[in-house]
Each structure stands twice: as C-alpha cells, then as structure tokens.
C-alpha cells in the first residue's frame, strides 16, 4: 500500500465540493487502503479524500480506541449539545485554533462493500465526524475557528 501525498490548504480540490462513491469496487478499497497507510504515516485523527485529492465522498475517523472507521457517502442525520475545544488539520500544517461542534452526532454512511451503517458519536470523535466530513463539503477548520491559538502554547 503506497502512501499519497497530503494536500496543503491553497489547493483548489480542498474548497470544491465532493461527488458521491457509487462503485463500491477494488479501485475503492486500494484508495482506502492508501489512505490508511497515509494517515498512519500521518499521524493524524482523520483524513478525507479531497486531502489527497481525490474528490469523492469518504474518509477515514478515529474512534476512541484508536482504530479508523472508514465511512463513504457520509452524513450527520443528528447533532445535539455543543463543546468546544482545539483542532488541527494536515492539510494546513502548524495551525490550531478552538472550534465549536456539537458534542454527540449520529452519523449514515456506507462501508466499503456499500452496506449502509449509522454510529452515534460524542466529544472527539463527534468532532472528528464533523471536520471530515466538512472536507467532502469544501469547508476546512478554519472557516469555523472562533480563536486561533500559539502553537508554542500547545506544547
């Protein structure tokens, strides 16, 4: 599985809005077996397609046990409650800032094989949903950041 190369905020494929996945075939399960090797090399809580340009309607979440739920054709279908709290992407390296999301989201989606799921979600991984889910919609983080913060205070 070869890794991809992590888009940077200022590419065009960030800010358009992604296209449905309807061949749920082996060029879909080597894009999200690349995207996984990617992420993990990444270290990252999450990756969306548009992040390696790819422009179609799935990512990769982090759950809380640490594993990665892949979710195609996602949508949140219910948000309740509020937190806020610091978020990062990779595609715009060395910049945090605090972001308001809803504390529990139910999210539909389908796996890889097309069989539709929902999985109800709190705190990080809620936010997580969300902020992938906004790369397939064009948006990044920092369009909702209510306050950008030192990256010297983070550490």
Not at 112 to 136: S, V
Request: net charge negative; aromatic share 6%; proline share 5%.
């Amino acid at each position: 599985m070869p890794t991809r190369n992590i888009v940077k905020e200022g590419d065009q494929c960030l800010r358009k809005i992604c296209r449905p996945v309807t061949d749920f075939n082996s060029r879909l399960h080597d894009l999200l077996d690349d995207m996984h090797e990617t992420l993990a090399q990444a270290n990252g809580a999450g990756l969306a397609a548009p992040q390696v340009g790819v422009l179609r309607r799935l990512a990769l979440v982090m759950l809380d046990d640490g594993s990665y739920l892949e979710i195609i054709n996602p949508e949140i279908i219910e948000r309740k409650g509020a937190q806020s709290d610091v978020e990062g992407c990779l595609s715009i390296p060395g910049v945090w800032g605090i972001v308001e999301r809803p504390m529990t989201v139910t999210v539909r989606a389908q796996d890889r094989f097309g069989n539709e799921f929902t999985r109800k979600a709190e705190g990080f991984t809620a936010r997580a949903f969300c902020h992938e889910i906004d790369h397939l919609n064009g948006h990044l983080f920092t369009d909702f950041v209510t306050e950008y913060l030192d990256p010297e205070e983070l550490e």
